[in-house]
């Protein structure tokens, strides 16, 4: 057996979501910052990512942590957020694989009932609080960066669809999203594939329509993510959604064309992104409770602590909740003789 790198990481998940979790293995990343790091990782390191989420150690939906030693002296622990095509600056199902498999394997001291931490990313300082019981993270919650809409009801021209109308959001991702009844889907598993087609079309337009920047850091570019949204069915909760991740590139000549793959979870920054534009438009006001269900079922619940402005835009602190579990510890290996050092995509699933 020949490795030129082994990496370890903890396998998990958040509602669904898959949130790998390196724990041994990273080179060194310089910076002041974690989102220096993650640049400094985007520049010279990305093949660790294309490893890591591509073929044959990945797939399309998965999602991939870095743990990094923490910039801020108040932080517990750093991580960099991997997807498919970018480095998000923030991702709650991310977050919470993160905080289970730091207190679960001992990382950092599990504290029974409440365990409180906090962790930097690359968008800034996350505080967590997680229930646990016999050595198990129940649920996790944590003070997301603030949320704010950048756009309302605009109109979206997208080819092979027409024009639909969208909100655009910041949640820790830019977002673009609007209403699944206007393409006739019901968000749930089993239309995936129609989700997808539509969602890429929508952040391809949306992108090249609506380009946006945070007006904190102008490296924070977008929108990057779609969501479909819709009304509840269960009366337990208060809306659903479906986020779809670009996995692959989008080919504007191609509408229908595969590129994409559905949040497993009701994705944490979507769910964010979502309570920004209903608080908005005046349909959630603070201390309310928002549970969120994703294509599978399983749900996040969002609250809005308090209320903020980020550069010109009137902005949320919302508080986020899910659970997450561990299915596995895995060690990577890389042999210098095989012929994919990088991992690879095929268009069958990858688009």
């Given amino acids: 057996m020949r490795a030129t790198r082994m990496i370890t990481a903890v396998e998990a998940h958040a509602e669904g979501e898959g949130g790998r979790v ?102 800034g300082l996350i505080d967590v609080t997680a229930t646990c019981k016999n050595g198990k993270v129940e649920r996790v919650a944590f003070e997301n960066v ?53 969602s890429e079309a929508m952040r391809v337009a949306a992108r090249a329509q609506y380009p946006v920047t945070h007006p904190d850091n102008p490296d924070i570019t977008g929108p990057t993510i779609t969501q479909l949204t819709a009304p509840a069915t269960d009366p337990a909760t208060d809306g659903r959604g479906a986020v779809t991740l670009a996995s692959g590139r989008f080919d504007p000549d191609n509408p229908y064309a595969i590129s994409g793959a559905l949040d497993r979870s009701p994705c944490g920054t979507g769910t964010c992104a979502k309570m920004a534009v209903l608080h908005a438009r005046g349909q959630l006001k603070p201390g309310e409770d928002y549970v969120n269900a994703g294509p599978l079922g399983t749900t996040f619940t969002g609250r809005i602590e308090r209320t903020t402005r980020i550069g010109q835009y009137d902005a949320i602190v919302p508080n986020l909740s899910g659970r997450g579990w561990i299915t596995g510890v895995s060690q990577y290996m890389l042999d210098p003789s095989d012929p994919f050092q990088t991992g690879f995509t095929i268009g069958d699933i990858w688009g």
Avoid at 45 to 54: A, F, N, S
Avoid at 168 to 192: C, E, K, L, S, T
């Fill in 22 to 123: 390196i724990t041994g293995g990273m080179p060194h990343l310089p910076g002041k910052t974690v989102m220096e790091k993650m640049q400094y990782m985007q520049a010279h390191h990305d093949d660790i990512r294309t490893l890591m989420l591509q073929e044959p150690r990945g797939n399309p939906a998965l999602c991939c942590n870095a743990l990094v030693p923490p910039c801020d002296p108040t932080a517990d622990a750093g991580f960099i957020i991997m997807e498919q095509t970018e480095y998000p600056p923030m991702s709650g199902s991310n977050a919470i694989c993160v905080t289970t498999v730091l207190l679960e394997t001992g990382i950092i001291p599990m504290r029974e009932p409440v365990t409180k931490l906090r962790l930097e990313a690359p968008a």
């Fill in 146 to 198: 603030p949320a704010f809409a950048m756009h309302l009801v605009v109109p979206l021209d997208m080819p092979g669809y027409g024009t639909v109308q969208v909100d655009i959001a910041w949640g820790g991702m830019f977002f673009v999203i609007a209403d699944a009844r206007q393409f006739d889907i019901d968000p749930i598993a089993r239309n995936g594939t129609a989700i997808v087609r539509a």
